[in-house]
Nanobody, 118 residues
Framework: QVQLVESGGGLVQPGGSLRLSCAAS????????VGWYRQAPGKQREWVAR???????TVADSLKGRFTISRDNAKNTVYLQMDSMNHEDTAVYSC????????????WGQGTQVTVSS
């Protein structure tokens, strides 16, 4: 059974930091690119960042300099480091794993709530 489990969400003050984790099981993690997405209340889902199976990263232009994505294949985990957070970062954050060779093979996590508030 394939599972992607996000963790690390919660309440953070403006200007603070959080690190989200996306832990995978049931797949050969090294074969998958992983992306983070977020969806704020009343808004469409937004792509945040992506890391390939070999560690190449891309981050949405509006988030560059504040958000960083990384992975630890030994732990089957991808991380999203979020710094200098603001109210607009409040959303449910979800991770998505996509097989690099067979893109139709993909999985979503259940999401974790991040709230930026004083």
């Amino acid at each position: 059974q394939v599972q992607l489990v996000e963790s690390g969400g919660g309440l953070v003050q403006p200007g603070g930091s959080l690190r989200l984790s996306c832990a995978a099981s049931g797949i050969i993690f090294d074969n998958y690119a992983v992306g983070w997405y977020r969806q704020a209340p009343g808004k469409q889902r937004e792509w945040v960042a992506r890391i390939t199976s070999v560690g190449a990263t891309t981050v949405a232009d509006s988030l560059k300099g504040r958000f960083t994505i990384s992975r630890d294949n030994a732990k089957n985990t991808v991380y999203l480091q979020m710094d200098s957070m603001n109210h607009e970062d409040t959303a449910v954050y979800s991770c998505h794993a996509m097989h690099q060779r067979y893109p139709s093979v993909d999985y979503w996590g259940q999401g974790t709530q991040v709230t930026v508030s004083s």
